[in-house]
């Protein structure tokens, strides 16, 4: 469920009419509910109530402040993969002890960054990551804990650009060479091993990988722990899917996942930690963009957007699908037109749907890209100097602009010009 409803005729944000935001910011913009973030965070730290846990939301998935800050007043985690996400987290007031830094190319400068501001665990990726995190432990005098992210092998059965779980993927050590891993871990100086870390992939649709996945953590604890390492730390992390269009089937719902957790490691006696991004991100945000023309070609209609591939880029990516509504509500029973909904960009991957069918459209109308809050405002670029896509969030009736379009000058002034021209 999300907080983007039809009311009187108009798609709301909450209690915000969607045209009234498009007539202050300007079109295309990206709108971020705060009832809907609220909510899917909280689905998750109820779906791990059985036990001690922590949600840490994957900010890479959508890492506005003002988004962070929400999630964080909620008692969220973070989880970071960069020197910058890091940085984010710490300015949206998030304490060092409740980030968690996963990724498989951390660099000795961000480490050393999280290191001085603190950090609640590094999720290690590899062995020559793990000699050069107890060097820069070392030398900075403090004892890091870590986990080491083991690759299960399982088909996550989601779309290859996001599986991150089977063995030809470049993440995580192969969990057959675990043991040998743990055992060098415990004996390097500044590290401190506390825990398993595993992330399969992204928009999972079924349980059933997970539940491959968690059962051969549960027996690597077992082992490790007969091994004499102290496991007291799962981190699970993220992937769950979200439904992209009203009609598929429905992903598993995140008490299920919490239910499968506790059925699969939950005797182990460990604190879990999950890190879901898309779940919590992903339906609560929407693209709204504006039409410009609509072009009869041969044989197909196009409806020519205002937003375009470097504000969304999903579609052209992962070849995703967004449903694309008006944000009048549509006459029940007007016959649907079918468009091919593209933006201005000279690529012919700028196309978000073909022949989409959809009510009749006109030159000026509004339309709301669903499910567009996770990898969606974070993936844009200015392609085309096109200004970075603008965030809005609304909260109750109340609606605050959170990060502004740029100007041209401000792009074109962000160049230098060397001293010989
Ligand atoms: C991307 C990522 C996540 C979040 O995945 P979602 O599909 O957005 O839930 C969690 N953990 C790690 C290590 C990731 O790389």
């Known amino acids: 469920m999300d907080h983007f409803l039809y009311r009187d005729g108009v798609l709301h944000a909450e209690d915000v009419p969607v045209a009234e935001i498009a007539a202050s910011v300007g079109t295309p913009f990206y709108l971020y509910s705060t009832a809907t973030l609220v909510r899917h965070y909280r689905l998750f730290d109820e779906a791990l109530s059985w036990g001690p846990h922590l949600v840490c939301y994957a900010m890479k998935a959508a890492s506005n402040q003002a988004i962070l800050k929400t999630l964080a007043a909620e008692g969220a985690g973070m989880d970071v993969v960069s020197g910058g996400e890091y940085a984010r987290a710490r300015a949206a007031g998030v304490p060092g002890d409740r980030i968690v830094f996963s990724g498989v190319g951390k660099t000795e400068d961000e480490v050393r960054l999280a290191l ?10 590899s062995e020559p990551e793990m000699r050069m995190l107890s060097e820069v432990a070392v030398s900075m005098g403090v004892e890091v804990p870590i986990t080491v992210r083991v690759n299960p092998d399982v088909d996550a059965q989601t779309h290859a650009k996001i599986a991150t779980g089977k063995s030809e993927n470049k993440f995580g050590i192969p969990i057959a060479k675990a043991r040998a891993v743990y055992a060098e871990a415990a004996a390097l100086p500044g590290l401190r091993v506390i825990g398993i870390d595993v992330h399969i992939g992204s928009q999972l649709t079924q349980l059933a990988p997970y539940g491959q996945a968690y059962a051969k953590v549960a027996e690597l604890t077992r082992q490790l722990r007969a091994d004499g390492h102290e496991i007291t730390r799962l981190d699970l992390g993220g992937g769950l899917g979200i439904p992209y269009t009203r009609s598929n089937e429905a992903p598993p719902l995140p008490t299920e996942y919490g239910q499968l957790v506790q059925e699969t490691v939950g005797d182990l006696g460990c604190e879990i930690e999950i890190e879901p991004g898309r779940l919590i991100a992903g339906n609560a945000g929407i693209l709204v963009s504006r039409v410009i ?4 070609g041969e044989g197909r209609n196009f409806l020519i957007l205002d937003g ?6 999903r579609p052209a990516m992962y070849e995703a699908h967004h449903d694309i509504v008006p944000v009048i509500e549509p006459v029940p029973g007007v016959e649907q037109v079918a468009y091919d909904v593209v933006g201005p960009v000279c690529e012919s991957g700028d196309t ?16 709301a890209f669903r499910s567009a809050g996770a990898y969606g405002a974070v993936m844009a670029s200015e392609y085309n100097t096109r200004p970075l896509v603008p965030e809005v969030m609304v909260k109750d009736d109340q609606f605050s602009v959170i990060r502004e379009r740029p100007t041209f000058d401000e792009i074109i002034n962000r160049d230098t010009i060397p001293e010989w021209l």
């Open 116 to 125: 001085e501001g603190g950090i609640r665990q590094v999720n290690v990726e």
């Open 293 to 296: 023309y609509v072009k009869e």
């Open 308 to 313: 375009a591939m470097n504000d969304l880029i």
């Open 352 to 367: 978000f749907a073909k022949g989409r069918l959809m009510p009749p459209l006109a030159a000026g109308d509004l339309v």
